[in-house]
T-cell receptor, first 116, second 116 residues
Framework: AQSVTQLDSQVPVFEEAPVELRCNYSSSVSVYLFWYVQYPNQGLQLLLKYLSGSTLVKGINGFEAEFNKSQTSFHLRKPSVHISDTAEYFCAVKGSYGGATNKLIFGTGTLLAVQP | DTEVTQTPKHLVMGMTNKKSLKCEQHMGHRAMYWYKQKAKKPPELMFVYSYEKLSINESVPSRFSPECPNSSLLNLHLHALQPEDSALYLC???????????????FGQGTRLTVV
């Protein structure tokens, strides 16, 4: 079975500073990794995904993430954050078992709190 | 069109009521999902439909009854709910995963359910 760990429940950061949100996964099979963002009282929006290929993945709103197989990590980064980036960020994993419609499993989430 | 539309946005119901949540997508996705999200928690998978057939039921109580009448629509019928069932209910859709072909899920804005 696969799982996702987000060690930081909350990350406070000042506006225009860089930020890294950490995500580690556990799986015995090929994995597919995603970062979603959830603004207050909203659904989830896909930021970026790693399915295969280049380990550095660029997403929307200036975010990027790097897949590191040896460290089983998929950390999310942004070089300069804005107040509007304040939201809950979820790392998620799907494992490939060769069947149809694999489960999407979420980490516990990290609240990014951007301060002026 | 990358939208998943959920109605209603808010719902208050009594413990003896019967109500339904609706979800619609026109992206040609043949996998649709129901998630439940409590405050400050990650989404938890409830049901998955693949090609209009129920493929995953995460041991959800029978007071929640899913239905997929066609490839664009997903319903969640609610009956005799408890106050602890109050949560944000999220619908999502994707192409069905096939072996190594894995795709991302698109989420709706959710229905905020309050059981009184």
């Amino acid at each position: 079975a696969q799982s996702v760990t987000q060690l930081d429940s909350q990350v406070p950061v000042f506006e225009e500073a860089p930020v890294e949100l950490r995500c580690n996964y556990s799986s015995s099979v090929s994995v597919y990794l995603f970062w979603y963002v959830q603004y207050p009282n909203q659904g989830l929006q896909l930021l970026l995904k790693y399915l295969s290929g280049s380990t550095l993945v660029k997403g929307i709103n200036g975010f990027e993430a790097e897949f590191n197989k040896s460290q089983t990590s998929f950390h999310l980064r942004k070089p300069s954050v804005h107040i509007s980036d304040t939201a809950e960020y979820f790392c998620a994993v799907k494992g490939s078992y060769g069947g149809a419609t694999n489960k999407l499993i979420f980490g516990t989430g990290t609240l990014l709190a951007v301060q002026p | 069109d990358t939208e998943v539309t959920q109605t209603p946005k808010h719902l208050v119901m009594g413990m003896t009521n019967k109500k339904s949540l609706k979800c619609e997508q026109h992206m040609g996705h043949r996998a649709m999902y129901w998630y439940k999200q409590k405050a400050k928690k990650p989404p938890e998978l409830m049901f998955v439909y693949s090609y209009e057939k129920l493929s995953i039921n995460e041991s959800v109580p029978s007071r929640f009854s899913p239905e997929c009448p066609n490839s664009s629509l997903l319903n969640l019928h609610l009956h005799a709910l408890q106050p602890e069932d109050s949560a944000l209910y999220l619908c999502a859709s994707s192409h069905p995963d096939r072996g190594l072909l894995v795709t991302e899920a698109f989420f709706g804005q959710g229905t905020r359910l309050t059981v009184v």
